[in-house]
């Protein structure tokens, strides 16, 4: 009886040692790492570019104009804003075909700030955006402002009542 007591108690005891190692194979554990991010795409919106006509200036007196209009965009803080005038090559030049006019362009990048003039086809940059998001509803915060001086239209060769024109093209870019 000895033996058989001894013989029992072995296979218990190792069937006991199995149950127990096999809860614990059941409390192994691995884990990973996932990143979450909120991602904004540059993107920029302009709006309110409006035409802008000189008519009949006052003798000895530049003409003198403005255009309000909204610059906004997302992902980024800091822009550059070039002025092209179609007509011009390093000069902003009103044209009928014949006769030039230069005129002169100046940027306002916040309303009641002071203008920075700009030069034909070079990107005035460094331009803080003042409001991140889209333009739709949104009010003006950007203005260009467009000079004529009196010396370059208030003569002979000008004064002949024909139509002066130039397509001026307003890029603004991330920096």
């Known amino acids: ?52 006509t000189f008519e009949d200036p006052a003798p000895s007196t530049d003409a003198e104009g403005w255009v309000d209009f909204c610059i906004r965009g997302i992902g980024f803080t800091n ?10 090559d390093g000069a902003y030049i009103l044209s009928n075909g014949s006769t030039d006019i230069p005129y002169q362009v100046s940027f306002r990048n916040v309303s009641g700030g002071s203008f920075s003039p700009t030069n034909e086809g070079v990107a005035l940059n460094g331009q803080i955006l003042q409001n991140p998001g889209n333009c739709n509803g949104a009010p003006d915060n950007s203005t260009f402002e467009v000079l004529i001086p009196n010396a370059n239209w208030e003569n002979p ?19």
């Open 79 to 88: 822009f550059e804003i070039q002025f092209d005038s179609l007509n011009g």
């Open 1 to 52: 009886m000895k033996h058989m007591l001894r013989g029992c108690v072995i296979p218990v005891a190792m069937a006991a040692i199995s149950i127990v190692g096999a809860q614990f194979a059941l409390a192994a554990t691995d884990q990973a790492n996932t990143e979450i991010m909120l991602k904004f795409n540059e993107s920029i919106d302009i709006n309110g570019l409006e035409n802008l």
């Open 157 to 175: 060769n000008v004064l002949s009542g024909t139509i002066y024109t130039d397509v001026l093209t307003v890029t603004v870019t991330s920096e």
